[in-house]
């Protein structure tokens, strides 16, 4: 029995990588023979370069650069096996994680070292970049990341503004004359979650030039592969940090299931909460969800049993599995 295992991560919580180990693990307790493939996955967060550096045999790339509050922190982004490709996430420089619940301020906060890393990939001669947006800690538009590339931002008065979300609105032109002219020749596919639509043409988030906009969990899922993975297997098993009404929108649970699907394997959806509306992802072929929460407890110590929790949730659902299948009719 093949059983593939393809979650994205849970966000603060568990990279894809170990949730797959630890939904394997789960579930080797009742089907210790089966054949799992584990693909770690994601749609354009956290965990988007590990997988395209896997999927491709490549190499990550380290580097220090500024964090979403200004601080420096050390991030990365990934090379692809033939060295022609640069996959960046804007989490691993500008993301969530990296800044402490009580400092969290949009309105501060700067996407500046997620252009620092499209910069030194340019260095390298690197012109094909995929730019994964999701799990950011900015609401900028993309002027910090802009910034860095040598793009000014002037108000009113023709003053130069700090990039960061509260002086978005007070842009009153945008200076390109010293944007990194690499930009020209490179071509940028932005891979994002969730179908958002961005500002307009002068817009910061439209500077650079020869930028696709497609789903990142599409350009993840051709690069592991999930449909050979897929083929002839007896369950697909995905999930991230939630799933509710918003996965229906693009996130990698509807991803794996819309590819299981196209050769009629079950899917199961296991997520750290199931919120509002989660249950119109059965129209998008997710057949059972599940929420590896075992009682109501403060975050901090959700966040730290993840692991524990989701070995048990895939136990528990194996088990059910392993009941089901010898109740007669």
């Known amino acids: 029995m093949k059983i593939v295992i393809a979650p994205d991560s849970f966000k603060e919580s568990l990279s894809a990588e170990k949730c797959c180990q630890a939904i394997k693990a789960g579930f080797s307790t009742l089907f210790p023979d089966a054949n799992y493939i584990c693909l770690p996955i994601a749609d354009g967060g956290e965990g988007t370069v590990d997988a395209m550096v896997a ?37 691993a420089a500008s993301g969530l994680m ?16 997620t252009g620092e890393l499209i910069r030194h990939a340019l260095d390298n001669d690197i012109r094909h970049i995929i730019l994964g947006i999701g799990g950011s800690a900015t609401v900028d538009g993309g002027m910090g990341m802009a910034q860095a590339l040598g793009v000014r931002f002037l108000d009113a008065d023709g003053q ?21 002219p690499r930009l020209a020749n490179c071509h940028i596919e932005v891979a994002c979650d969730v179908d958002n639509p961005l ?81 119109v992802v059965h129209q998008y072929g997710i ?8 009682r109501l407890a403060p975050l901090a110590e959700v966040l730290a049993s993840g692991e524990t929790n989701l070995f048990n949730s895939a136990r528990n659902i194996a088990c059910a599995i392993k009941i089901g299948q010898g109740i007669k009719n």
């Open 287 to 294: 057949d059972a969800v599940f929420s590896i929460l075992p």
């Open 199 to 279: 500002v307009g043409a002068r817009g910061a988030a439209a500077v650079f030039l020869n930028a696709d906009i497609k789903p990142g969990i599409e350009i993840v899922l051709n690069a592991v592969n999930l449909a050979q993975a897929v083929q002839g297997a007896a369950l697909v098993i995905t999930g991230e940090g939630r799933i509710d009404s918003q996965t229906a929108g693009g996130k990698a649970p509807l991803g794996v299931a819309s590819v299981a699907k196209q050769f009629n394997v079950p899917v199961i959806g296991i997520a750290g909460v199931l919120g509002d509306g989660v249950e």
């Open 55 to 91: 999927a491709t045999g490549g190499n990550i790339v380290t580097l220090e650069v500024c964090g979403p509050m200004g601080e420096k922190v050390n991030a990365f982004y990934g090379l692809t096996g033939d060295g022609k490709t640069a996959v960046i996430e804007m989490a």
């Open 98 to 113: 990296l800044v402490a619940p009580e400092k969290r301020n949009p309105l501060l906060a700067s996407s500046f070292g």
């Open 160 to 180: 130069v503004l700090a990039a960061n979300g509260g002086n978005l609105a007070r842009v009153a032109s945008i200076e390109m004359e010293e944007c990194d």
